[in-house]
């Protein structure tokens, strides 16, 4: 989710976001291949419903067989 520059309120939706990633794994396109690093600015959840996108999104891509893992275990 790409934050707007002043307010800090995510641009894209859930939606836009998992289209985005699964066209970025489809095509190959990652820096290091089936991984992805996902950064969440504190500033973009300061709300509850933002709070509660970035839980959507993570839901959303787990029943999708996307697994999450620590910085530290980037390749």
Known sequence: MVPRPKSGVPIQTVEDM??????????????????LVILCHDEMFRKSWEESELKQLIDMLRTKGFKFGNLSEYP
């Open 18 to 35: 998992i289209y985005l990633i699964e066209h970025y794994f489809s095509g190959k396109r990652t820096v290091t291949e089936n991984h």
